[in-house]
């Protein structure tokens, strides 16, 4: 036994110096162990002699900026890094799991979907006034090329709108969006539940949500946007779900579906989770619409969306019903119900996007605009909208 110990331990001065060390690391051992359930401390000391590795269980590492009370880290199946909201996972079917066809998230206790729109320059969508005011930046698509629309921008970076009237955002239209007209504020509820009364709190309002979403849309070099037309416009919470039929009104007096009741029902998507949702905005329609011409299966639908909407027919159909009106996996962008958003322009007008049933698929594709009275018209067709989320 001599022997046997004096060989394992030839590199120290006896048997009983090699086996006093490996007693010494027993008891520290048990002492550790010991300690670590009656104080619930947790050993970091390293024994050099006979090193324990736990095992690890760390998360991804988040981009710097990220937060990680909002989002994690999720790799597409084209290996970009994306952002996915909590309480949303990745869609794991086939063909909805890249960026370049349109990778799609679901909500885990609701069938809300978005899909993801990557923004590689993100001051393509905003400037700023000399005022150091937050505008979007919009532009029009023809085929000839994608131009600004109504704003220029000097070589200091400070933006302007060529004309105050024209298209724009954020901002109120006068004509409605007062305590006089009989379309006067309706419905519209600040931050903090409380109802807004008067053109200057409601112009205050947009200005705030505008920046948060450009701080959003800046931190994430992109956004989601709703993969249906909003839906369960007339129900307590509007959704983003494919099949659903409440989608869009035609009665100026509908308090649920004029812009007022969609701009604030919209809202209600991202309640009771950690991010919000808002109608769309203008610029953001045109950064789906710039992402789309990048991609040249399908860049000419920009302008001509022929065969990629429900055009020209006598009413809409349930939002996401005909795979054939899908262009990167969004559905109904083109034709069904026109979307309103938030861009204005005139004194009483909110632009709507993506044509109706009413138009044609040339004269009315994806990106072109239409303004549009606040409360519906029915000349226009059926009036819904579109929703995004802001992390």
């Known amino acids: 036994m001599l022997k046997t110990a004096s060989k394992e331990a030839e590199n120290y001065a006896s048997a009983q110096e090699y086996e006093q060390k490996i007693m010494d690391n027993i008891d520290k051992h048990a002492q550790n162990v010991v300690r670590n359930i009656t104080e619930g401390a947790q050993d970091n000391e390293t024994n050099q002699e006979n090193p324990v590795t736990p095992p690890t269980t760390e998360e991804p ?3 710097e900026g990220w937060d990680e009370s909002k989002v994690y880290l999720a790799k597409s199946e084209d290996g970009i890094d994306i952002p996915v909201p909590i309480g949303f996972s990745v869609s794991q079917i086939a063909g909805e799991k890249s960026v370049q066809n349109g990778l799609v998230i679901k909500q885990t206790e609701t069938n809300n979907e978005f899909v993801w729109i990557p923004v590689e320059n993100t001051s393509e969508m905003f400037g700023v006034d ?14 000839s090329g994608v131009k600004p629309l109504n704003w220029t921008e000097n070589e200091e970076g400070i933006m302007s709108w060529t004309s105050s009237t024209g298209n724009r ?4 239209v006068t004509y409605y969006d ?6 006067q504020i309706a419905g519209i509820k600040d931050k903090n539940g409380n109802q807004i009364t008067t053109s200057a709190e409601l112009k205050k309002q947009l200005q705030e949500e505008f920046k948060t979403m450009k701080e ?6 992109g956004f989601y946007v709703g993969r249906y037309e909003t839906g369960n416009l007339h129900e307590m919470n509007a959704v983003v779900a ?9 009665n100026r007096s509908d308090s649920a579906t004029n812009w007022y009741g969609q701009y604030q029902k919209n809202k209600t998507i991202a309640e009771g989770i950690n991010v919000k949702s808002s109608m769309i905005w203008g610029c953001q329609w045109d950064a789906i619409m710039k992402w789309f011409l990048k991609d040249d299966r399908i860049k000419k639908y920009v302008i001509d969306s022929s065969g990629k909407g429900n055009y020209n027919s006598s009413g809409p159909i349930p939002t996401g019903s005909n795979d054939g009106y899908s262009v990167k996996n969004i559905y109904d962008m083109g034709g069904n119900a026109y979307d ?10 909110r632009v709507t996007r993506g044509g109706a049933i009413t138009r044609m698929s040339k004269e009315f594709p994806i990106s072109k605009r239409d303004n549009t009275e606040r409360s519906t018209d029915v000349y226009s ?4 909208s579109r929703a995004v989320l802001v992390m």
């Open 216 to 221: 959003s849309v800046e931190k994430y070099n």
């Open 178 to 183: 007062n305590t006089t007209s009989y379309y």
């Open 381 to 384: 067709g059926y009036l819904g």
């Open 61 to 63: 590492q988040l981009p």
């Open 130 to 143: 000399k005022n150091g005011n937050n505008l979007g930046k919009l532009y029009e698509f023809t085929s």
């Open 242 to 250: 494919k099949g659903n039929a409440d989608i869009s009104g035609v």
């Open 340 to 349: 309103w958003t938030i861009e204005a322009c005139g004194d009483g007008y």
């Open 169 to 172: 955002e954020p901002d109120i």
